[in-house]
Structure formats: structure tokens, C-alpha cells
T-cell receptor, first 116, second 113 residues
Framework: AQSVAQPEDQVNVAEGNPLTVKCTYS??????LFWYVQYPNRGLQFLLK??????LVKGSYGFEAEFNKSQTSFHLKKPSALVSDSALYFC??????????????FGKGTHLIIQP | DAGVIQSPRHEVTEMGQEVTLRCKPI?????LFWYRQTMMRGLELLIY????????DSGMPEDRFSAKMPNASFSTLKIQPSEPRDSAVYFC???????????FGPGTRLTVL
């Protein structure tokens, strides 16, 4: 069975500072990794994904994530946080064993709070 | 494209009643997923379809839940009879291919009294 861990329920960062939201995963086969963001009373919005290739993936709104196979991690990062980045962030995984066609397994989410 | 469309956005019903949630995926997408979000359990995959065929329904909680996809542009999730513990936000998502990103609808907030 595949699983995702987001060890922090909440991350607080001052505006302008770099941010990191942590994610580790467990999956059979090669992982397909995703980050989504959810604003209050809204659906999830896709930020970025890792399928194969370069370990550093760039996505929407200046976010990036680094895939680390040995540490089974896929941490989300941004060099300079904005107040508008405050939201709930989800890491998700599916497996290459199903061609990536399986539904996503999500972490429990991390509340990111950017303080002015 | 209007994105994934879900209806209704909010549903309040009484225990024992039948509830039907509806989803229209993005045109041309081959995969459709139903998820449920609760505070206690987070986001859970309920079922997904490929080319209108159910592939994995292992996440469906019990026989009270059923899902159909009669054509490429429409899917329903039905709960009969509904119970208070079914209260949650139900999301529909679609994707073009198996490994591609999923696009989520706005969700249906279900409250069962």
C-alpha cells in the first residue's frame, strides 16, 4: 500500500522568507509525486508534479519541489513567501506499477501561514 | 473550458434519504475520480473510472455507496440510505492520462442530519 506523510500540521513563515513544506512517501515501484494547494471552500489546484527526469521540479506561482529518492522525500519550496501563499497544501503519490493511473493517495495536508 | 463541474455545491438532507452527487469532467479526459474529504480522515479516493469503466472501487465505504459513469461527460455518486457520518466534502476530478495531473471540481459539501 502506498502512503504519504506530511509531518507538520502547520508551517509559519514571515513574508519574504523562504518556505519549505515537507513530504515523505512510501510506494511500490517508481513514484509519481504531486503537490496541490487548497484555498478555503475551494477545490484542489495542481501546483507541480514529478514523474521522471530532473529531481528539481518547477511549478506554478514560483513553487518548486525536490525529489530525493534515497530519502523518499518530495519537499515543496519557495524562495520568497507571499501572504497570498497562505493555504492548505497537499502532497500526493501514485505508482508507476499502475502506469500512474491509480487514484492519488494524499497526505493529511499542511497549513501554510505567511505572516506579513 | 469550464473545468470540472459538480452539482449541487451544497446538499443538506436527513438521515435515510437518498443523495445523488453529479460530476461533469473536462472534455477529452479519460479518467474520472471521486474523493471524499473529512477533517478526521483527510482526502480519500473512493472510486475511479477509465473510459467510463470502473477500475478500482476499493475505497467505497460500503454498499450504501454506488457510482456510475454512463458516458464520457457525466458521472454520479449515490448514497442510499445516507447517514450522518457521510457528511463530508465530495470532490470529483478528471485527468487526461494516468500519470498526468488531476483537475478537481469545486466539491459538494454534504450534510446529513
Amino acid at each position: 500500500a502506498q502512503s504519504v506523510a506530511q509531518p507538520e500540521d502547520q508551517v509559519n513563515v514571515a513574508e519574504g522568507n523562504p518556505l519549505t513544506v515537507k513530504c515523505t512517501y512510501s510506494v511500490s515501484g517508481n513514484p509519481y509525486l504531486f503537490w496541490y494547494v487548497q484555498y478555503p471552500n475551494r477545490g484542489l489546484q495542481f501546483l507541480l508534479k514529478y514523474i521522471t527526469g530532473d529531481n528539481l521540479v518547477k511549478g506554478s506561482y514560483g513553487f518548486e519541489a525536490e525529489f530525493n529518492k534515497s530519502q523518499t522525500s518530495f519537499h515543496l519550496k519557495k524562495p520568497s513567501a507571499l501572504v497570498s501563499d497562505s493555504a492548505l497544501y497537499f502532497c500526493a503519490v501514485s505508482s508507476s506499477s499502475g502506469g500512474g493511473a491509480d487514484g492519488l493517495t494524499f497526505g493529511k495536508g499542511t497549513h501554510l501561514i505567511i505572516q506579513p | 473550458d469550464a473545468g470540472v463541474i459538480q452539482s449541487p455545491r451544497h446538499e443538506v438532507t436527513e438521515m435515510g434519504q437518498e443523495v445523488t452527487l453529479r460530476c461533469k469532467p473536462i472534455s477529452g479526459h479519460d479518467y474520472l475520480f471521486w474523493y471524499r474529504q473529512t477533517m478526521m480522515r483527510g482526502l480519500e479516493l473512493l472510486i475511479y473510472f477509465n473510459n467510463n469503466v470502473p477500475i478500482d472501487d476499493s475505497g467505497m465505504p460500503e454498499d450504501r455507496f454506488s457510482a456510475k459513469m454512463p458516458n464520457a461527460s457525466f458521472s454520479t455518486l449515490k448514497i442510499q440510505p445516507s447517514e450522518p457520518r457521510d457528511s463530508a466534502v465530495y470532490f470529483c476530478a478528471s485527468s487526461l492520462q494516468g500519470a498526468s495531473e488531476q483537475f478537481f471540481g469545486p466539491g459538494t459539501r454534504l450534510t446529513v442530519l
